[in-house]
């Protein structure tokens, strides 16, 4: 019998396909081109590409190809300076209602946008940007969707990117986190209006990105229950999430969201939920306060996937092979797993993290 792609691998354990098998995988982000990644690539470790089946919402929050869509009658111009020696941009969308401005500088070692001043500083703020959400004009990137999965072939899949959802949108993109979550305690109406918008746009982004040929509709949402309090989850998160994810089961597609926070206080309700696969889990040694046994016990019906934690670099590599053995038999028999490489790693760190992944679950595959 001829033996799997990656690809197919990758799929299996993502519609949660009994007898599945263990893989290994990285974002392609986190793996530079050339000679070490083509070994990976031979050893069995699957790629994971992703981007935008629809341009994103206005605010934008990268500003690279595909994410940024037009406004009606806005302009959006950003200003290049340097600040405490650091690159630094600012961001601005002027507006009939008036202008909001982000101020962003760049992560020297993981080139990571970091925010130094958010879009929504007062309430009237919140207005400026339902303003630009209502107005934003989504452009299909279904091309360039089968472009990229042309070019993947059969070594890795494709996530197709959503915006965050609506609580999260502006919990980790557009306001000060204190500051939303104190408009939402005392329920301030442009905050809640605002939401209310985005949940329409964002339904609608969805729908678009259904129609795409990407079979995996990603919400990457770094969901975290000590930023978002079990209260304004179900009010606000998990009715989003129930939502879309009918709308992406009916298209015949998985709805993947990133959950890479602290879950124990959200545990009960994601497992009542209709999410079929949680990526990005955090175990406990990147700050997670449920162990990964304990999310496959709570989350019977669901697909986990866990990300390779950056502290286990500072391992040896004896006690790296121990410790991904150990995240393997914490799943459970019959199921298989996609151990991920999804978050930033110390430099020159990659290779090295990689090959002892594929080590470990080409064996136990």
């Known amino acids: 019998m001829q033996q799997k792609s990656i690809r197919d691998r990758l799929l299996d354990v993502y519609r949660h396909c009994p007898k599945s098998s263990h893989v290994a995988a990285s974002y392609v982000r986190y793996l530079p081109r050339g000679g070490g990644e083509r070994d990976l690539r031979n050893r069995g ?7 935008p089946a629809v341009s994103l919402l206005a605010p934008a929050w990268h500003t690279q190809e595909g994410y940024i869509s037009e406004v009606r009658d806005a302009v959006f111009h950003i200003e290049h300076f340097t600040e405490g020696g650091m690159p630094t941009e600012k961001r601005s969308y002027h507006t009939p209602l008036g202008t909001v401005s982000q101020i962003t500088q ?11 001043r958010h879009y ?13 959400v209502e107005n934003t004009v989504f452009q299909n990137h279904h091309d360039a969707i089968r472009s990229r999965l042309c070019d993947l072939g059969e070594d890795g899949v494709l996530l197709a990117r959503l915006d965050r959802s609506p609580f999260q949108k502006i919990l980790v993109e557009l306001s000060k986190p204190d500051q939303f979550l104190m408009d939402m305690l005392v329920r301030t109406p442009e905050a809640l209006s605002l939401l209310e918008a985005l949940r329409e746009r964002l339904l609608e982004q969805v729908e678009l990105a259904c129609s795409s040929p990407a079979e995996l509709i990603w919400q990457p949402d770094n969901l975290s229950g000590d930023m978002t309090p079990p209260d304004l989850f179900e009010e606000f998160v998990l009715s989003f999430y129930e939502e879309a994810a009918a709308r992406v089961r009916r298209a015949g597609k998985v709805y993947v969201v990133h959950m890479d926070g602290r879950m124990k206080s959200l545990r009960d309700m994601i497992a009542a939920s209709s999410i079929p696969v949680i990526e990005s889990f955090s175990l406990p040694d990147m700050g997670n306060d449920m162990t990964l046994e304990e999310a496959c016990a709570a989350w019977p019906s669901k697909v986990i ?7 286990w670099c500072e391992k040896e590599e004896d006690e ?3 410790q991904l053995a150990a995240t393997i038999k914490a799943i459970p028999q019959g199921r298989g797993v996609v151990i991920q490489i999804s978050e930033d790693l110390p430099p020159r760190q ?3 993290v990689g090959k002892l992944l594929t080590e470990v679950t080409e064996d136990r595959s």
């Open 45 to 51: 470790l699957g790629l994971i590409d992703f981007y």
């Open 106 to 116: 760049k992560d020297p070692q993981y080139h990571s946008d970091w925010t130094r």
């Open 120 to 132: 929504i500083t007062e309430t009237e703020d919140y207005g400026v940007v339902q303003y630009l």
């Open 305 to 311: 996937l866990p990300n390779f934690p950056s502290s």
């Open 320 to 322: 790296i092979r121990g």
């Open 350 to 352: 990659w290779y090295r």
